[in-house]
């Protein structure tokens, strides 16, 4: 006689680490806004004061889930040149924010990081004062770095499209408003008005959209050749 199965699998043992990670994917599916020790309980099915245990307030709940963004992005190999190094963290931390994009401005906001923060950051420095960078063009090419990753996932996260075709999608609708704009105010028309955005607007991005791998790549390129030509001419 076959044994019934039980109503119910055995729950997992609460702790800080489950926490967090429910805590991120509440974040990652309704936004940062939408995450509350409340809710947390609820999806943890536990009592509020329970999770004070692990975190003692949201504060350092955040902190924690900002931990574990950290951990997701691939630190710089050190078998490759320098630049090919810096593209593979450039992109896995871009990858990690698209996964993550309440994080988004919140990565450098804690004034005493974790561990995991300080992972990232030493072995990004550790790469470019190994390939040859003096400290004072390390710390610049950190930033502009930073800068253009960050600003990258920023630009992501607010525009109102995820790929080429909502892009397409939205200067369509968009060109759709301007020609009934200029009928309704009958006047000129505003493509007449507006000659180059309505170039890249109607005349490219309705047709192909916008690729934001392909513009990423385009500008870390232009950053990294940038760099290494800074770092060529400093040895000389």
């Known amino acids: 006689m076959e044994r019934p199965e039980p109503a119910t699998r055995a729950r997992e043992p609460l702790s800080k680490e489950r926490v967090i990670r429910t805590a991120v994917q509440l974040a990652d599916r309704g936004g940062l806004e939408a995450l509350t020790m409340r809710k947390l309980a609820d999806e943890l099915g536990v009592g509020v004061m329970s999770l004070y245990y692990y975190v003692p307030n949201k504060d350092e709940l955040i902190e924690g889930m900002v931990e574990l ?3 997701e992005i691939q630190l710089p190999p050190n078998d490759v040149v320098w630049k090919t190094a810096m593209r593979q963290r450039a992109i896995s931390t871009r990858e990690a924010l698209n996964r993550h994009r309440w994080a988004v401005g919140l990565m450098e906001s804690n004034p005493l990081p974790g561990p995991q923060s300080f992972r990232v950051h030493n072995a990004v420095i550790g790469c470019l004062r190994e390939a040859g960078f003096s400290i004072e063009l390390t710390i610049q090419a950190y930033s502009v770095l930073d800068a253009y990753i960050y600003g990258f996932a920023l630009q992501e996260k607010t525009v ?10 939205v200067a369509t ?7 009934a704009d200029a009928e309704q105010q009958q006047s000129a028309a505003l493509v007449d008005e507006f000659p180059y955005l309505a170039e890249v607007v109607a005349g490219h991005v309705t047709k192909v959209g916008h690729d934001f791998e392909e513009s990423f790549d385009y500008g ?3 950053i990294l050749d940038a760099l290494e030509k800074r770092r060529v001419a400093a040895s000389a």
């Open 160 to 169: 109102p499209f995820d790929d080429a075709a909502g892009a397409a999608a």
């Open 220 to 222: 870390l390129d232009l």
């Open 69 to 71: 963004v950290f951990s």
């Open 173 to 179: 609708e968009q060109v759709r408003e301007f020609a």
